[in-house]
């Protein structure tokens, strides 16, 4: 049997081995501080890559908006495409048509200019010379 000496050195004994000594205690506080710190760099981290998400989303936002507005462009300038061509084929038969007219007076032109000149010639007095 235990005597109560025993039992009481063995009781301190494994009071003793049960309370944390001085150096645990500052170990304990030291992992406690670390993981205080780690837990603080994470959370920072964590907010850091919130506002990177939100100023990509933002990003997005904006490209999207410039890709619409590039998209419309793009459109009106078919528009105005489509439409100088149709200006283009509307001056092309004018001038086609003007080609043609020209074409017309120059050989009415050709042919009544030399006859209109002999008839001048024709008319002239040639034997009278009161007229000079």
Known sequence: MLTVRQLSAFLRYEQAKAAPSEKTARE???AVKSTEDAI????DAVTRTEDAIDRTTDAIADTKAAIQKTHEIIEKTHQVIEKTHQVIEKTQTEIVKQGQILSSFTLVTTVFLP???FASVMYLPVG???IF
């Open 28 to 30: 304990t506080t030291d």
């Open 40 to 43: 603080e760099r994470a959370t």
């Open 115 to 117: 006859l209109s000149f």
């Open 128 to 130: 009278d010379a009161s």
